[in-house]
């Protein structure tokens, strides 16, 4: 598991490998830092996700979209261990993670901000933080203090508790909670929900910062220009399954729509000799 | 001046009801199980206490030195086992479990240590002393021991909730569990200590008991997890400091409705028990006071 400890340090140590959402040519080969091959997740009777594989490689940011109920909070919270799979697993840095707890997968660099972000309610924003360390995994660079100094008011009213504070402030903090406990890949579930269009864009500007600390970030957005704006891999997930996968600069809107609401026999139909019809599978 | 009396009697009678009561508010409020083998938990616990004291005559009031620790590991290993194994089955299934834990240990008293009533440190000056205040109240020692040793308890397990790494992972696992568990927190061994915790205070107050009142095998339902769940529910579920307003609230009412009709003590105590759970259901401290 130690592999790619070096890759936490600052981001002059990411090597050739942290391109970033600006492009370049994908590192598709090696071990990718967090895989998941053929997941298949119920909910009782109904099957949530089918067949969904990825693999994320390190200091990438992985986005994954689609409509409401296509299945992209499941994909996490299964990665993340809340949810157990049927078929597949899930795998970190080669190693199958697919057995352990949440907390176990947590103390080994799978931290996930939860959708609507749970925050502790009855702690202060400082007592959220320290929780969030407790299990740090050792030898990364991210503190409370670190957390302060990316997040400048957090620090004025850490004493607070967490109700008290607004929405964007409270999605802050879910993010510094998990940061401290330096994650190699940090989940993040659907960031902007329920949060004003400046104060996305406003914790979105974060993720530079963040993934200069060597981070892997692999997020859900139902938002998806936002996605498309800081991803550097993109899978449209639809009724739990891929119906598209490629970098944001290859997609066209036109594939991405068709992908997102379920048009894809008139989509592909209609732009036969485009020649990016590889990034539809089957 | 009976009615000063019956004031004074019943607040300081209330530090005896918080502690029989805070263990069973502070498992509520984190892990939502209401242990109905609470009571029995706590009459074990001064049987502990009375064998203990038998076998190595350590001095009476010292035997909580031994006889808390013992009860904290054995809150531990229950959250671990059966009522963690309940927990997964559905926060309903604790009812039943600790419903028939209680029935196990009622009975199993009964088997071992016959209906027989026993007390601890009976000839102890502390037992027996009283002081008076004017000509007509007499206050006993050991209600106002108690009610230190109360206030205590519940300063220590305040300063442990807000203060330390685990009190601190108990406020959020009673947040949100499954949001701790993303922080690497495993909530199971969080919930172990805090039924530990728990257990701490219930043999605080089985030796309470039995240095009160006697002991015998069926106090721990009778009196004991009654009073309990009357002084959780006045104070404020899940409410610590709760539990101490609502054991005073208990036990003015009792005092009062002695003062009435010596028969109306207990009555007059549930009576004012219906009319909070009526009136005022999320009890008299709304706040949770687990900061």
């Known amino acids: 598991m130690t592999g790619l400890a070096g890759g936490a340090g600052p981001a002059g140590g990411k090597g050739p490998i942290g391109d970033g959402p600006a492009g370049g040519v994908r590192p598709d080969s090696g071990v990718p830092l967090l895989e998941v091959r053929d997941l298949v997740v119920h909910h009782g009777q109904l ?48 190693n199958d993670v697919t057995q ?23 702690l202060s924003v400082e007592e959220n933080l320290q929780v969030g360390a407790t299990y740090a995994r050792p030898g990364g660079t991210w503190t409370i203090d670190a957390v302060y100094d990316v997040f400048d008011w957090m620090r004025a009213r850490r004493h607070q508790r967490t109700g008290q504070l607004s929405g964007g402030e409270q999605q802050a903090v879910a993010v510094g909670r998990a940061l401290v406990a330096n994650p190699r890949v940090l989940l993040l579930d659907e960031l902007s929900l329920g949060l004003a269009p400046v104060v996305v864009q406003r914790i979105y500007g974060m993720l530079p910062q963040i993934l200069a600390t060597g981070l892997t970030v692999l997020l859900v957005e139902q938002d998806v220009s936002q996605a498309l704006r800081v991803a550097s891999q993109i899978q449209c997930l639809l009724e739990g399954r891929t119906t ?34 590889s990034l539809w599978p089957g | ?55 190595t005559h350590v001095p009476v009031l010292w035997s909580f030195l031994i006889v808390v620790p013992v009860m904290a590991v054995l809150g531990y290993v229950l959250q671990r ?30 088997q071992f240590f016959t209906a027989n ?19 007509q109240i007499q206050v006993a020692w050991l209600l106002v021991v108690f009610f230190a040793v109360a206030v205590a308890a519940l300063l220590g397990l305040q300063y442990f909730l807000s203060r330390s790494r685990y009190g601190r992972l108990i406020r959020a696992v009673a947040d949100d569990k499954e949001a701790a568990q993303l922080a690497g927190a495993d909530y199971r061994h969080v919930f172990g200590i805090a039924a530990a915790l728990a257990l701490a205070t219930v043999a605080l107050g089985g030796i309470a008991y039995g240095m009160y009142s006697d002991l015998d095998p069926t106090a721990g339902t009778d009196t004991i997890l009654l009073f309990a769940f009357a002084a959780v529910v006045i104070g404020g579920l899940g409410s ?18 002695a003062q009435i009709n010596i028969s109306d003590e207990l009555l007059a105590g549930f009576i004012v028990f219906l009319v909070v759970l009526v009136l005022r259901p999320q009890g008299l401290t709304s706040r949770r006071a687990q900061s």
């Open chain 1, 244 to 277: 598209l996968e490629g970098r944001p600069a290859d997609v066209t809107a036109e594939q991405v729509e068709a992908a997102y609401f379920g048009l894809a026999s008139t989509a592909s139909a209609g732009r036969p000799g485009e020649g990016s019809d």
């Open chain 2, 81 to 110: 086992t059966l009522i963690q194994s309940a927990l997964d089955r559905g926060v309903l299934t604790t009812l039943v479990v600790t419903l028939g834990l209680s029935l196990v240990i009622e009975n199993g008293l009964l």
């Open chain 2, 117 to 135: 009533t026993r007390g601890i440190g009976t000839g102890l000056a502390l037992v027996q002393d009283s002081f008076s205040i004017g000509s």
């Open chain 2, 1 to 55: 001046m009976a009615w000063v009396n019956a004031i004074i009697q019943g607040v300081l009678t209330g530090g005896l009801y918080a502690l029989f009561a805070c263990g069973l508010s502070l498992m509520f409020g984190v892990m939502k199980v209401v242990n109905l083998a609470h009571g029995d938990l706590a009459v074990v616990a001064g049987y502990i206490a009375i064998g203990i004291i038998a076998a």
């Open chain 1, 47 to 94: 099957q949530a996700l089918d067949a969904i594989s990825l693999r994320v490689f390190p200091g990438e940011v992985y986005a994954i979209i689609g409509a409401n109920g296509a299945g992209k909070s499941t994909l996490l919270r299964t990665i993340a261990g809340l949810h157990q799979p049927t078929e597949g697993s899930v795998l970190l840095d080669g």
């Open chain 1, 100 to 122: 352990l707890r949440p907390e176990r997968r947590a103390r080994h660099g799978i931290v996930m901000v939860p959708e609507g972000r749970r925050l502790f309610g009855s």
């Open chain 2, 240 to 257: 610590l400091w709760g539990t101490l307003l609502g054991g005073i609230v208990l036990g003015v009412a009792q005092q009062i409705g």
